[in-house]
């Protein structure tokens, strides 16, 4: 029988484009990266996809700001996206644009008709308080002082005619899917929370604008057969995950991918995933996504990072500084993936000197120096598997878990180390010095393996000096 490799679809949400992406956007990334890379690892065929969400008022507004043409302002800040992915090692498989009418539009709009064919769009006369910052409309109930507490500031009255979507019929159906895991949604308290969303009723929902004169040609994707309306932002921004994969166009990769193993979001964007989402795959008769992991916030003197805050920690310089598998590294283990985690500059250098420098760098060094001054080359036999707990912390996205498996593994060999004394062995016995020596290369190889999925380049630079037999430069020297 052919080796079939299993597949394994993962989707980052795609970030608008109206500044540059900071920590929170990272972090999003990173924790996409390390899945992805852990499947690979697992020998599974990944596909792993990034994009940005660009049909959009809140980009207009900032290309005014910045006083540079939409779609030319567009090109500048995807372009910094790219630069930061390739900054932060993110081994993405493609960066979807949703301005592209060649890979975008063909798909949304096919989309979009099979919507209509079952029924479940119709026009109506609509008046509501709209966010912009959110792309949504709001009720008088989210606000706070006639103010969107998220964002700071008042949203727009419109009345518009606008196309709905029957989001309310499949309310039942979702409920019954997200309860048996059918869909499942990670970690357990936000399918709570979306449960009880849903138990308290869908509305349908806005799913046109019309198509504003003031918009450059090119942006917004027209509605099927009414050219005076553009798709609602969201409904665009959703069907990415499968016009990325040729839907509606050349549907080799979707048949091969679809329906997504895993869509990566912020808690912020539940709603959208968990529900309307859905709804609209339903609607279509297309299979639901197997699973969404939901993480939390990254916060930064206990508020949300937001650019709207000025709080806002620029991930490229602290790249600079430490380096990208420390910025993965801290990402990964030190924020719980659940919950909202707090980064501070003092919090990051403390975890860098402690685990890192003195950690898994110090290690390094002591057992490379053994093996250089005591091992001539020799092949090591890697082969092995992962412990069960690791690989079962990644297949619940405990990236957090699994790093701290592999600190342990870290302490355990420094210790063996500093209690059997191979260095001090190895000089009465060789033979028998040797061969403990060669047993601390196999448990650093080892780790190594582990590492690789958060800390690629760390882990390949531990590698080759294990393949050569020689003590590599200082992996993270004290800053
Ligand atoms: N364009 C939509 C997503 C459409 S997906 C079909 C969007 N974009 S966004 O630019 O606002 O990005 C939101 C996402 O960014 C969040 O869901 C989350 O993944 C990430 N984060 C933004 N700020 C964050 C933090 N402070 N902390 C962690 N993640 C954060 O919504």
């Known amino acids: ?218 942006l917004g994707v027209p509605v099927p057969g009414d050219d005076s309306q553009v798709m609602y932002v969201w409904c665009d921004a959703l069907a990415n995950y499968v016009t990325a994969l040729g839907f509606g166009r050349d549907d080799a990769l979707y048949k091969e991918f679809w329906p997504a193993d895993v869509h990566i979001i912020g808690k912020d964007i539940l709603r959208f995933h968990a529900a309307i989402w859905p709804a609209m795959l339903l609607s279509a008769g297309l299979p639901l996504p197997k699973s969404i992991f939901v993480h939390g916030f990254i916060t930064s003197g206990g508020k949300k990072m937001s650019k709207t805050l000025g709080n806002v920690i620029d991930p490229e310089e602290l790249i600079e500084t430490y380096g990208t598998d420390t910025v993965r590294y801290f990402l990964l283990r030190h924020i719980s993936p659940f919950e909202d985690g707090d980064i501070t500059r003092e919090g990051f250098k403390d975890a860098y000197t402690a685990h890192l420098t003195n950690g898994l760098g110090n290690l390094v060094a002591r057992v490379m120096k053994l093996a250089e001054d005591n091992l001539g080359p020799r092949e090591i036999d890697v082969s092995g598997t992962f412990p069960a707990e690791y690989v079962e912390a990644i297949e619940n996205f405990q990236f957090n878990k699994a790093m701290d498996i592999v600190w342990e593994r870290i302490a355990e060999l420094d210790t063996r180390i500093t209690s059997e004394k191979p260095f001090a062995i190895v000089k009465e016995d060789p033979k028998k010095g040797q061969d403990m020596i060669e047993r601390c290369v196999k448990d650093l190889s080892s780790i190594s393996s582990m590492l690789s999925p958060f800390m690629p380049s760390t882990a390949e630079t531990i590698s080759a000096a294990i393949r050569e037999n020689k003590k590599p430069e200082n992996l993270f020297p004290r800053i």
Not at 65 to 94: C, H, R, T, W
């Open 1 to 218: 029988m052919p080796n079939v490799k299993k597949t394994f679809y993962l989707t980052t949400p795609i970030f608008y484009p109206n500044a540059k992406l900071h920590l929170g956007h990272a972090y999003t990334m990173t924790l996409a990266d390390a899945l992805a890379r852990s499947h690979k690892l697992a020998n599974e065929k990944v596909y792993f996809l990034a994009g940005s969400d660009e049909n959009t008022q809140k980009m207009i507004d900032a290309a005014a700001v910045a006083g540079v043409e939409p779609l030319v302002f567009l090109d500048g800040i995807v372009q910094n996206f790219m630069k930061l992915y390739s900054s932060l090692d993110i081994s993405y498989d493609q960066f979807i644009r949703t301005t592209d009418a060649k890979v975008h539009w063909p798909g949304a709009q096919a989309l979009w008709n099979m919507i209509s064919d079952s029924g479940d769009l119709y026009k109506k006369e609509y008046t509501g308080l709209y966010c912009v910052g959110h792309e949504a409309f709001v009720t008088e109930k989210d606000l706070v002082d006639g103010k969107c507490p998220d964002h700071g500031t008042p949203p727009e009255r419109l009345s518009e005619e606008n196309y709905f979507f029957r989001l309310s019929k499949y309310a039942d159906v979702i409920r019954q899917k997200i309860e048996s895991d059918e869909l499942r949604i990670v970690p357990h308290t936000r399918k709570k929370e979306i449960l009880t969303f849903i138990e308290s009723g869908l509305e349908d929902i806005s799913f046109s604008r019309p198509r504003k004169a003031s918009w450059p040609e090119g």
